[in-house]
């Protein structure tokens, strides 16, 4: 008997999530401006601004890796041309 209650269980949990999201989609597809409101709430939320400026940060931090490794390569590139160029043993 309890298999058949938690099988139960978790058939009607499930009809639950679905029910709540296809009311929560019909609600926010009725109402644009209600999730406009809340779209300029979230902007002005202190910590959705200081997760924006910490992502904005980490974006400008990959971009100089990006480039710092490029120019570790071309570095490395040109090491290895003039070691061959010159006869001088490769330490890559």
Do not use: W
């Amino acid at each position: 008997m309890t298999d058949v209650s938690n099988s139960y269980r978790k058939e009607v949990r499930e009809l639950l999530i679905k029910r709540i999201g296809a009311a929560r989609k019909k609600y926010l597809d009725e109402h644009p401006e209600a999730v406009q409101q809340a779209k300029m709430a979230a902007e002005k939320d202190p910590v959705l601004v200081e997760l924006r400026n910490h992502r904005e940060k980490c974006r400008q931090l990959n971009e100089e890796k990006e480039e710092a490794e490029k120019r570790l390569r071309e570095a490395l590139s040109a090491f290895e041309s003039f070691s061959n160029d010159h006869g001088l043993p490769s330490y890559r």
